[in-house]
T-cell receptor
Framework: DAGVTQSPTHLIKTRGQQVTLRCSPK?????VSWYQQALGQGPQFIFQ???????QRGNFPDRFSGHQFPNYSSELNVNALLLGDSALYLC?????????FGSGTRLTVV | AQSVAQPEDQVNVAEGNPLTVKCTYS??????LFWYVQYPNRGLQFLLK??????LVKGSYGFEAEFNKSQTSFHLKKPSALVSDSALYFC??????????FGSGTRLLVRP
């Protein structure tokens, strides 16, 4: 049974560009959350998707947006990238049994 | 607001000795608490969770955690540390909207 899959694993972007990160949840999991983990810090909640709608949102600007598809996979989009957006972006899928995290996408903004 | 605190940035222990990684929480209502481990350049791996029931929770890789309601603590423990346990450990609490709120993390270093 595949766990949570994220792509790409690493990404380098220039300030001002836009980026899309992708996540496929664990089989049977219908809720997807995205977290940002800056270097040396704990993960911070960005938002959560369920039934293709954003259900919860953390303290992140509108430059961060997302989408969930009918197969429960999800995308995280970040516009107008800033140097401070450099981080590990983690996707987590949830079922009654708990939360499963992917290995993350390491985004570097230069 | 829900929160967790991990008071130690780093814990050092010799292989074979017991280890404890501390976590305290602040929640309204019943706490749903979790421990995750993160190895370099990897995502988070689930270790254990407390929802309700016994105060001593058994988890993966020989880890356990003790829930103490009066002290609002959820410390991670292992009777005998391994060098391979060296990693970054995160305590988290689930809030009413089902999102996880993480502590700042504790780096565990097990020396041979």
């Amino acid at each position: 049974d595949a766990g949570v899959t994220q792509s790409p694993t690493h990404l380098i972007k220039t300030r001002g560009q836009q980026v899309t990160l992708r996540c496929s949840p664990k089989s049977g999991h219908d809720t997807v959350s995205w977290y940002q983990q800056a270097l040396g810090q704990g993960p911070q909640f960005i938002f959560q998707y369920y039934e293709e709608e954003e259900r919860q949102r953390g303290n992140f600007p509108d430059r961060f947006s997302g989408h969930q598809f009918p197969n429960y996979s999800s995308e995280l989009n970040v516009n107008a990238l800033l140097l401070g957006d450099s981080a590990l972006y983690l996707c987590a899928s949830k079922a009654i049994s708990g939360y499963t995290f992917g290995s993350g996408t390491r985004l570097t903004v230069v | 607001a829900q929160s967790v605190a991990q008071p130690e940035d780093q814990v050092n222990v010799a292989e074979g000795n017991p280890l404890t990684v501390k976590c305290t929480y602040s929640v309204s209502g019943n706490p749903y608490l979790f421990w995750y481990v993160q190895y370099p350049n990897r995502g988070l791996q689930f270790l254990l969770k407390y929802i309700t029931g016994d105060n001593l929770v058994k988890g993966s890789y020989g880890f356990e955690a003790e829930f103490n309601k009066s002290q609002t603590s959820f410390h991670l423990k292992k009777p005998s540390a391994l060098v391979s346990d060296s990693a970054l450990y995160f305590c988290a609490v689930r809030d009413s909207s089902y999102k996880l709120i993480f502590g700042s993390g504790t780096r565990l270093l097990v020396r041979p």
